[in-house]
Every structure is written in structure tokens, then in C-alpha cells.
């Protein structure tokens, strides 16, 4: 089935450093999201993303964080800079349209900050 | 806000036997939310297993089946028979519709005795 590609998988880094997570969505969709999961705990909703445009973003979502896709290419969440508190597996998931009711998830990259 | 609830962490069924892993969900954003099934298998990514987008119907899929169920606001999940290659984490979540933010919830890992 269709694919969702996350790089890199793992990334450790110091804090108040920057960092950025790359997402390679299904190629015709659309819509684009990222999700956080934190160790032991439920995977939660941080943003999406449609037309260039954030259309919706949770509490979780801080001013330190920010998400692009310029040119068509990987779609992209930017922490800078990071906290402790940032350490988590991130998920990228796209869909076909809004409604689509099915998200295709990547694989996760776990970050991990020192 | 939304919420998601999976009673059980970790489940063992011996194969063969019948399966039924709990999900209740409370919503203050939309009356009837879309209902989700997604699992994660072993060293893949989350997948999309069952959905159901309106209330008092059934999903199913790869022998699975799930019911909304509006008066009781649940969504269990149940199988007949289980098989060994069922093991996995299973998370029921909801989406409120348009933007499809997805609520999780904590998942529940399902291990299968041979």
C-alpha cells in the first residue's frame, strides 16, 4: 500500500539546538500532519497542514515549532530550538482530502534530546 | 475535549480463541465523531485496520469487526478466532471530521499464544 517515509529515524541532539524532521508523504496527498508520542504515553495530535498553510494546531504545538513543505518536497517540522521536553517518537501522516478518513502514518522518528 | 479510552494495556489470548479489546470515547467537539481501528505490527508502521463513520454500524476487516455504538459511546474491538500473526498494538481513536485531527488512545498490545 501507499507509503509514508520519515528520515531520519533516530536523531539525538543537544538541547537548544536546532532540528529538523523530515516526512515524505504519498505522493498525491494532500493534507499533512504531524502527531507526537511520548514514551509510555498516547500519541497525540500536533498539527495539520493543507495548501501551504497550517490549518489546525493542538496546545502541544509550541512557538518553537514549525512546519513547512516549500516546493512539493518533504514535508518538514522544524524545532529551534529544542527542550527536554521534546523528546519523543514523532509521526508523520498524510491523506488524500479533507474527510479522507485515512491517514497514512510513517514509521515514526524518535528524538531524543540531551 | 476528546478523549479516547482503552482499558486494557496488554492482552494474551491463546490462538484460536476469541478476542475483544475494550475502547470507550468521549467527545465535546462533535456529536458523532468517525470511529478508527489502526494497528501497529511488529517493526511496521500504524496502519489503518477498520473504520466506521456511522453510528449503530459495523467495520471489519482481516476478520475483525467493530461496532459503534452511540448509547454506550463504545467501539470494541472483536475477533472470533485469533492467529498468531495478530499480534500487534492495536489503538482505537476518533476523528472529528473535516480537518481529521485524529485522538488516540493508549493502545493495547495484543500477544497471541501458540
Known amino acids: 500500500g501507499p507509503k509514508v517515509l520519515q528520515i531520519p529515524s533516530h536523531q539525538i541532539i543537544d538541547m537548544g539546538q536546532m532540528v529538523t524532521l523530515n516526512c515524505d508523504p504519498v505522493?498525491?496527498?494532500?493534507?499533512f500532519y504531524w502527531y507526537k508520542q511520548i514514551l509510555g504515553q498516547q500519541m497525540e495530535f500536533l498539527v495539520n497542514?493543507?495548501?501551504?498553510?497550517?490549518?489546525?494546531k493542538s496546545k502541544l504545538f509550541k512557538d518553537q515549532f514549525s512546519v513547512e513543505r516549500p516546493d512539493g518536497s518533504y514535508f518538514t517540522l522544524k524545532i529551534q530550538p529544542t527542550a527536554l521536553e521534546d523528546s519523543a517518537v514523532y509521526f508523520c501522516a498524510s491523506s488524500s482530502s479533507q474527510g479522507a478518513m485515512e491517514q497514512y502514518f510513517g514509521p515514526g522518528t524518535r528524538l531524543t534530546v540531551l | 475535549g476528546d478523549s479516547v479510552t482503552q482499558t486494557e494495556g496488554q492482552v494474551t489470548v491463546s490462538e484460536s480463541k476469541s478476542l475483544i479489546i475494550n475502547c470507550t470515547y468521549s467527545?465535546?467537539?462533535?456529536?458523532?465523531?468517525?470511529l478508527f481501528w489502526y494497528v501497529r505490527y511488529p517493526g511496521e508502521g500504524l496502519q489503518l485496520l477498520l473504520k466506521?463513520?456511522?453510528?449503530?454500524q459495523k467495520g471489519s476487516s482481516r476478520g475483525f469487526e467493530a461496532t459503534y455504538n452511540k448509547e454506550t459511546t463504545s467501539f470494541h474491538l472483536q475477533k472470533a478466532s485469533v492467529q498468531e500473526s495478530d499480534s500487534a498494538v492495536y489503538y482505537c481513536a476518533l476523528g472529528e471530521g473535516g480537518n481529521e485531527k485524529i485522538t488516540f488512545g493508549a493502545g493495547t498490545k495484543l500477544t497471541i499464544k501458540p
Open positions: 497542514f493543507y495548501n501551504g498553510k497550517v490549518m489546525e
Open positions: 466506521v463513520i456511522t453510528a449503530g
Open positions: 505522493s498525491n496527498h494532500l493534507y
Open positions: 467527545t465535546t467537539s462533535i456529536a458523532y465523531p468517525n
